[in-house]
């Protein structure tokens, strides 16, 4: 069952009758209501239209206690997923679907989890106290695939943890098709972060494809920190995973 909850949709009558219209032709919408006591910063989505490459984004601000916003998806027949994220600070605080769920909100599921939505075009969900993390009981986790063909000697991270100030890691060599783990510090105390790959000549030069990074550069991201909310524009798909990121890195001679 997900802490996600569905809310009735109203009828309303102005619009005539619908039922000669193909669904198909529906403007696809998503429907959320706050009902917990956060104030969330900022609310993304981001959702994937058939035959179409990339996502579309959309975002609001300020969702306070009460609140309901609707995104209009565009047209129903094409519409192939969506994941919705709400932040503070930041930080990834709740998701749609949950994790647990699935990786994106489908029509199928949505159907799953609201078999009484008025139809196969309108979804509606609650925020609800339960669907908020306690991201104090989480490591903040990076993951990093060595997509390349070469060994990586090594991959060192820092990153800013809140009341210690920067914090380093460092990982042994990292085989083609390997990964690197690091488990920073508290999802709740975790600032930001960067990181550099050495490859055994010593070079730091980074290529990733799931992020925009200029060739030759020396460390991820280029300029500032990472955290959850950069991360999402950051990436094609969104991460429902609010104490990680897992990055695609190839190493560029």
Request: aromatic fraction near 10%; glycine fraction near 10%; proline fraction near 7%.
């Amino acid at each position: 069952m997900s802490d996600f909850q569905f809310f009735p949709t109203v009828a309303n009558p102005e619009l005539g009758d619908l039922t000669q219209v193909p669904v198909e032709l529906y403007i696809y919408t998503v429907s959320i209501r706050n009902t917990t006591v956060e104030t969330f910063d900022e609310v993304v989505l981001f959702y994937k239209r058939l035959g179409l490459e990339g996502v579309v984004f959309l975002g609001t601000t300020g969702f306070k206690p009460g609140d309901r916003i609707i995104f209009p998806l565009g047209m129903c027949g094409g519409m192939v997923s969506y994941a919705v994220g709400l932040f503070k600070g930041g930080t990834l605080l709740a998701t749609i679907p949950n994790p647990q769920d699935g990786a994106a909100m489908t029509p199928d599921l949505a159907a799953n989890l609201d078999p009484a939505r008025p139809d196969a075009c309108t979804d509606a969900w609650a925020v609800v106290a339960g669907s908020v993390l306690d991201l104090s009981q989480y490591l903040y986790t990076v993951v990093i695939r060595n997509n390349s063909e070469h060994v990586w000697d090594s991959v060192v991270l820092f990153y800013e943890q809140k009341g210690l100030g920067t914090q380093g890691l460092e990982t042994s060599a990292v085989d083609p098709q390997g990964v690197a783990r690091l488990e920073l510090c508290p999802c709740n105390q975790m600032e930001g972060y960067a990181f550099s790959i050495f490859d055994e000549d010593g070079q730091r030069v980074v290529l990733s494809p799931n992020a925009p990074t200029p060739e030759g550069q020396l460390r991820f991201p280029g300029t500032g920190l990472m955290y959850a909310r950069r991360a999402w524009d950051f990436k094609l798909t969104p991460d429902l995973d609010a104490c990680g990121d897992l990055w695609e890195l190839e190493l560029v001679r």
